[in-house]
Every structure is written in structure tokens, then in C-alpha cells.
């Protein structure tokens, strides 16, 4: 019953994030991010996790760095080894340069861990509110950890490699 309550809520906000664009911005979808994440103790009431996060942008072919922090707050028991976060990235243009995805993002989130971890993010931000994270995203880790709350991600800039 509480999992089917937990997967309502995930689902209720999936739909609200993804409507938090304006209605007459059409998204485009300009690439992926691939954050590499350290391993997470959950403190009860929050968590936090350094990232190094790669996006590569479909046109033209580059890849970005980044470095960035989630935290959550909300119910977070348990503890996961380090795992991989992946996004499809839309923006309101199809131009991105090194840095655009700078920024704060806010969204919800949820995680289980039995062993192998399956978890959901859904989070909108970045330069001026343009760039959302796909309103779902894959996050791989291995553990014992059960959470949802309110998540916050941090992306700061490293620059820029050609992807060939």
C-alpha cells in the first residue's frame, strides 16, 4: 500500500515538472548527462552526493564536464555504493554552449535499494529555468536504502571536449 502511495506521488510530479515549462517554449531535446556519484549514507531526514557529471550535446557532437552536489531532503534510510545518474537533457533551444547546464535544479525524487537500486528524479533548472533534466532519470547504485523527498542538484562547469 505505501509503495503504490510513494509511486502516486513520483508519478503526480513527474507530470507537474514536465508541464513547468511554459506551454509556448517548445522543447528541444539538445543531449544526455551522466553523472558518476559518490557513495550515499542516509541520515534519516536528507543525504547529500558529490557528482562528476559529462553532457554531451547531439548538434554539434561536444561533451561538456561539470561537477555538481544533490542533496535530498526528505525520508532517507539506508546506504548505496557509488552509481551512475543519467538524463535526457530538453532545452527551449537547441544551443548550448559550455556552462549552460550551470546551475540549480529542483525537483522529487525516490529511490530503493534491495541490492541493486532503481531510483527517479525529476528536476527542472538551470540557466534561468531553460533546461530541464529529463523528468525521468536512471540512477544505478548498489545497496540497502529506501528514500523520497525533495532533491536538489548543483552543477557547476569544467569545460569542454570534442567528442569524436
Known sequence: MRLNWLIAVIGTTAVICTNALPAHARAFRVGSLLCMSSPRIGLILGSAQELNCAFRSTNPPRQYTYVGRIRRLGLDLGATSAGTLSWAVLARNSRIRPGTLRGNYVGASANVALGPSLGANVLIGGSR????????SIERAIGLNLAAGVTNLTLDSRGRRSVE
Open 129 to 136: 529555468r531553460t533546461i530541464m533534466l529529463q523528468p525521468v
